[in-house]
């Protein structure tokens, strides 16, 4: 099974950048659906967007449409998550995670990384 570790979190100012990375370790990386998931203080998980195999579609939730953009190299088994124009409501841990290719639901989390944005 696939393990993953996000990293690239930290505090940044509205209207900054972030570029979020999630390595995967194990079985092979590529044949996963990955996706990126959000959870604020106090509110529910939701999802930001995903990255298919092996045709990297992506596909994003509105609230981040235009700004975010998921990425994945192969080769280095990693997904991106690049954060553009960020506002302060994008404050949250953020969270990879792992789809087999054909599945039904993501089966594997990374322990998540935390973004602030301040105002």
């Known amino acids: 099974q696939v393990q993953l570790v996000e990293s690239g979190g930290g505090l940044v100012q509205a209207g900054g950048s972030l570029r979020l990375s999630c390595a995967a370790s194990?079985?092979?990386?590529?044949?996963?659906?990955m996706g990126w998931f959000r959870q604020a203080p106090g509110k529910e998980r939701e999802f930001v967007g995903h990255?298919?195999?092996?045709?990297?579609?992506?596909y994003y939730t509105d609230s981040v449409k235009g700004r975010f953009t998921i990425s994945r190299d192969n080769a280095k088994n990693t997904v991106y998550l690049q954060m553009n124009s960020l506002k302060p409501e994008d404050t949250a841990v953020y969270y990879c995670a792992a789809k087999p290719n054909g599945g039904t639901s993501y089966s594997v989390w990374g322990q998540g990384t935390l973004v602030t944005v301040s105002s």
């Open positions: 990255i298919t195999w092996p045709v990297s579609t992506t």
């Open positions: 194990g079985r092979t990386f590529s044949v996963y659906t």
